[in-house]
């Protein structure tokens, strides 16, 4: 799948997939009867995952379009997604 993504999502794509994991093991937590206290705090997780995954595609979506934008340098636009992503 990554090979037919853009470049720039190819990130996102990660991060959902992770995501994705993270759920197939709250699900097998769930079927393991682990504890609720547990099994909320990695949803919690798996929710606070694509949080971020969806601020990355903004980030992306932002560095696409200022992308040949002079008056941003790639430092610049990188530390703006930093800051995007920690807000996650």
Not at 1 to 11: F, G, I, K, R, Y
Not at 73 to 81: H, P, V, Y
């Given at each position: 799948?990554?090979?037919?993504?853009?470049?720039?999502?190819?990130?996102v794509a990660n991060?959902?997939?992770?995501?994705?994991?993270?759920?197939?093991?709250?699900?097998?937590?769930?079927?393991d009867g682990r504890d609720s206290d547990e099994l909320l705090t990695q949803l919690r997780a798996v929710g606070r995952a694509l949080d971020r995954a969806g601020l990355a595609l903004v980030a992306a979506q932002l560095r696409t379009k200022l992308g040949?934008?002079?008056?941003?340098?790639?430092?610049?636009?990188?530390?703006?997604?930093?800051?995007?992503?920690?807000?996650?």
């Open positions: 799948m990554n090979s037919e993504l853009p470049s720039d999502l190819v990130p991060r959902i997939k992770r995501a994705q994991g993270q759920l197939a093991g709250v699900l097998r937590m769930l079927e040949d934008d002079a008056s941003l340098s790639a430092d610049e636009l990188a530390a703006f997604e930093k800051l995007l992503l920690s807000v996650a």
